[in-house]
Nanobody, 125 residues
Framework: EQLVESGGGLVQAGGSLRLSCAASGFGIDSWAIGWFRQAPGKRREGVAC????????YYADSVKGRFTVSRDNAKNTVYLQMNSLKPEDTVVYYCGRDYSDYGCPYLPANSFHLWGRGTQATVSL
């Protein structure tokens, strides 16, 4: 069982990136998947998640209205569309699988596992 993040890169402020979280070894249709980000020396912060039970999506206040999480169960992949990017969005992004019953929508990092290596997003002025 594995999650692999991709899609990061360098973009100017106000630009967009779409991150992908590809799952293997299990079907995402039975799991909530969350996106997190982590700056050096700081704890991992929940960004967004997509629930398997009701299809709802949840967002941290810092990204609400700018980021959109979606899932394609047929492709076994979860996406994070990031628009109106700001320099403070420059961090490494990770996706994780919720193994508890409350990881989504509350996004505590210790309720998620199967972290990949992450993908770096860099937003320049």
């Amino acid at each position: 069982e594995q999650l692999v993040e991709s899609g990061g890169g360098l973009v100017q402020a106000g630009g967009s990136l779409r991150l992908s979280c590809a799952a293997s070894g299990f079907g995402i249709d039975s799991w909530a998947i969350g996106w997190f980000r982590q700056a050096p020396g700081k704890r991992r912060e929940g960004v967004a998640c997509t629930s398997d039970r009701d299809g709802r999506t949840y967002y941290a206040d810092s990204v609400k209205g700018r980021f959109t999480v979606s899932r394609d169960n047929a492709k076994n992949t979860v996406y994070l569309q990031m628009n109106s990017l700001k320099p403070e969005d420059t961090v490494v992004y990770y996706c994780g699988r919720d193994y508890s019953d409350y990881g989504c929508p509350y996004l505590p990092a210790n309720s998620f596992h199967l972290w990949g290596r992450g993908t770096q997003a860099t937003v320049s002025l």
